[in-house]
């Protein structure tokens, strides 16, 4: 079997191999081979490599092809133009004719869906027209040399460099061509660049004036700093968000003009801002709010005669029906009568506003009389009722497990702006038991929960509470649910609720939630092996049985998170997130006498549990990028919980997001050695909790082909307890050897970018087994030395969206 394997990758080699990238050129072509930029500096060496136009395709190692190359030749190969084109006559023929009869008289039913398929229907052809087929697109055409694009190339650095104070660099390149191929080398003058010397601002208006001078501090141009035209270009930008925050409303930055003033003797530049006077009046005018308009229109023309009027705190209210809190929607305007028009607070009010989901739109214009503003807001209500189902299957022990989920939302439930929303889930999936027994049973499990999110802080707080917090978007949540699980071992119930109020910095960099309330009522039914087996455990020191027992899990809990530069967005600028987490579990439980909870049948938790999350993404050109994600965590029980943590509670390691090189929840604790097979592998079919976590991973992601990018990754980690674990040897936490029980997993992964969504395939290898012998943890080597490695070495992970 192994044997064949080989053998047809060695024919995939040779058919690869075979598509010669120079192969079918033209007299006079010449493909770009080769692309180095040379001389540079001081400057910025990635930027400017971005400029050029023209570079090789991605080539196998020591092989002239390209796997890009060969997909889009076989895509040229296999495309037929004019069956498309006479398809796409065909169809718009037919969409002439509906075109016509909609005009004359109205389409019925099957008339206009038959238009709207043909719609779409061109469109995709045209798509193919354009971009070719599902080959083409995916793969890249050949670089042929183009003697013009590489002289733009060559404009372009130097009007980069020029850009970035480098005024008398210059660029040229070479060409080498032989045997087909074009070798391109530019080479880049840089010479000194330029400083600036003095930056400094004239305006006859003096109001403007002293408003530039007291706000200097913030600019983007700073003296004794190399020249740069993007600086100049975002303090034209500040300017001019600092004028419309401050009253005028009509200024924009064409009336901000900049004179560079060159010294070639001393290489220093002195800049001078100037604000041109408007032509149609002596001075920028400055715009104070008049009364402020609030609309809600009616969603269609029945509720037209059912307006309704009404004045709140100098607001004009006009909605088509009497069922929205005037006290909510006014907490979340941010401007007022009397005050200086500021494009901030506008829009502020209109995210705020948008933010509590109850309108299809919020548009914020503006009536203008003389110096006077006067703000309307129009909105229309949101879908009352939002319905979703979802029908789908996971795969698990190589068993699919189909479910179904439903979830119902209910906009403005009681008139003041809450939400309702109902979500339930039932499906199946495949677990092997945890009592040895062979095959993979079904595990049942459903899921339900409602909950209502109240736009506001729920508390005896002041009169003025919903107008001072209103900035920061207050919700409330309040949440019941019942969770129920059914496996070979056990049967689970839980009812949890959960009272938590979350809120957000203006400017989104910080979420903040606190749980004042999360309670967990547990029930659950012990087949008789599972239970002797846990007993049996207990009689070792491993009180884990107690997890499975009847029991009432409370906690209070916070969650902080800092969110720099929008990470999550993955765009082109450097970005990070740090989560921080603090949970106390059984708290109240201080403060009652211990003979109370011992004369009850519940078992109950007392914990403290603390995860520190950083998060970083670093472009490094526009084709890679590094990201890398370190997790720290601790969970440690006290008082009447024995040692032991609730199961929801402990830390596992493994899976998509963590080592990927082990199954979820697998990995760990220690240096704890599992039970092997006959073959000397370890069996891996149990989870592995532990009290202690710390996770570092470490990944660079190129772009490969059209929708396709790679990832190469290297992660690290493990789990721990605090207290030595009988039945786990290994598995506590040592200051003198946690290092030595560090796992490391690497490996490969391929991900399809659809923008809106991202599919990921990674292959995990494990390098460094702590759950070996010392002296024989790394086990790389044993992947080349066989296919995939021994036994459990190779993982592969199936998830959506990036890991982290």
Not at 188 to 206: A, G, K, L, W
Not at 641 to 651: D, I, M, T
Request: a neutral charge.
């Amino acid at each position: 079997m192994n044997k064949a394997k080989y053998i047809n990758f060695l024919f995939l080699l040779i058919f690869i191999s075979g598509c010669s990238l120079t192969e079918g050129l033209k007299e006079g072509e010449y493909l770009v081979y080769d692309v180095n930029l040379k001389g540079v500096d001081k400057s910025d060496k990635s930027s400017l490599q971005n400029l050029i136009r023209q570079n090789p395709n991605t080539r196998i190692p020591l092989v002239n092809t390209s796997v890009g190359v060969s997909l889009y030749r076989f895509g040229e190969w296999t495309f037929d133009s004019t069956k498309h084109l006479n398809r796409k006559a065909k169809l718009e023929e037919e969409r002439g004719i509906l075109i016509k009869i909609d005009e004359e008289k109205k389409l019925d039913r099957n008339q206009s869906k038959r238009l709207n398929k043909l719609n779409t229907n061109i469109t995709a052809i045209e798509k193919k027209l354009d971009f070719g087929n599902f080959f083409m697109r995916t793969g890249n055409p050949r670089v042929i040399y183009d003697s013009a694009i590489a002289e733009e190339s060559r404009r372009q650095m130097e009007f980069y460099l020029f850009n970035n104070g480098f005024f008398d660099a210059e660029a040229d390149f070479l060409v080498s061509k032989s045997k087909k191929k074009a070798s391109i080398t530019y080479f880049i003058t840089e010479n000194d660049p330029y400083i600036i010397d003095t930056f400094y601002t004239r305006s006859d208006d003096s109001d403007i004036y002293d408003l530039l001078l007291s706000n200097n501090s913030g600019t983007n141009i700073k003296t004794s700093k190399i020249y740069d035209q993007n600086n100049i270009s975002k303090e034209r930008q500040r300017v001019e968000d600092l004028m419309k925050e401050n009253g005028y409303y009509t200024f924009s930055r064409s009336y901000i003009e900049y004179n560079v003033f060159k010294d070639t003797l001393e290489k220093t530049v002195n800049i001078e801002q100037v604000i041109r006077k408007p032509v149609y009046a002596e001075n920028h005018q400055v715009y104070t709010l008049d009364s402020i308009y609030f609309s809600i229109d009616p969603p269609s023309n029945e509720f037209i005669d059912q307006g309704f009027t009404n004045i709140y705190k100098d607001i004009n209210f006009e909605v088509y029906q009497d069922k929205y809190s005037e006290k909510i929607i006014s907490s979340r305007i941010f401007i007022s009568k009397g005050d200086l028009y500021n494009r901030t607070d506008v829009i502020e009010t209109q995210r705020q506003l948008a933010n509590l989901d109850l309108f299809r739109f919020v548009n914020i214009a503006f009536d203008t009389l003389g110096n006077i503003l006067r703000p309307r807001i129009y909105t229309q209500p949101n879908q009352k009722y939002q319905i979703t189902n979802q029908v789908g299957a996971s795969i698990t022990e190589q068993v699919p497990g189909p479910f179904f989920s439903h979830s119902l939302r209910n906009r403005n439930l009681f008139r003041g702006s809450e939400i309702f929303e109902f979500f339930f889930r039932a499906g199946l999936e495949g677990v092997v038991s945890a009592t040895g027994e062979g095959g993979v049973f079904r595990s049942r499990e459903l899921n339900t929960s409602a909950s209502i999110i109240f736009p506001q802080f729920l508390l005896p707080l002041g009169i003025n509470s919903l107008e001072r917090f209103g900035r920061y978007n207050p919700r409330t949540r309040t949440l019941i649910g019942y969770n129920y699980v059914n496996r070979p071992e056990y049967i689970r119930e839980s009812v949890n609720g959960v009272i938590s109020y979350n809120w957000n910095t203006r400017n989104l960099k910080q979420q903040f939630t606190f749980n004042v309330l999360d309670a967990n009522f547990i029930r659950s039914s012990l087949s008789d092996e599972f239970r002797i087996l846990l007993e049996g455990l207990q009689d070792q020191g491993n009180n884990l049985i107690n997890s499975f027992l009847p029991s009432y899990v409370s906690s209070v809990s916070g969650q902080v998170i800092f969110n720099f530069n929008q990470y999550g967005a993955f765009q082109r600028n450097r970005a990070s997130l740090f989560r921080l987490f603090l949970e106390s579990g059984g708290t109240t439980l201080n403060f009652v006498n211990p003979e109370f909870v011992e004369a009850r049948s519940l078992a109950y938790f007392q914990f403290l549990k603390f995860q520190a999350d950083f998060r970083r993404y670093i472009p490094i050109t526009r084709q890679q990028t590094f990201a890398y994600r370190l997790n720290l965590g601790m969970a440690k029980p006290y008082g009447v919980s024995n040692g032991v943590l609730p199961y929801e509670k402990y830390f596992f390691a493994g899976g998509s997001t963590g080592i990927r090189a082990w199954q979820p929840r697998r990995l760990g604790p220690g240096s704890f050695t599992p039970t092997t097979f006959e073959d000397g592998s370890f069996d891996y079919r149990f989870e592995q909790p532990g009290d202690i976590l710390f996770e570092g991973m470490f990944e660079l992601r190129s772009k490969i082909y059209g929708y396709f990018d790679g990832a190469f990754f290297i992660d690290l980690g493990n789990t721990w307890t605090f207290n030595d674990d009988p039945t786990r040897p290994g598995a506590n936490f040592e200051f003198n050897r946690f290092y030595k029980e560090i796992a490391v997993g690497t490996g490969l992964g391929l991900r399809m970018d659809f923008d809106f969504l991202v599919l990921r395939l990674d292959m995990g290898v494990k390098a460094v087994d702590p759950a070996r012998p010392l002296g024989e943890r790394f086990i790389l080597g044993n992947f080349f030395k066989s296919f995939l490695g021994d036994r459990g070495q190779t993982v592969f992970n199936i998830g959506i969206g990036y890991p982290f």
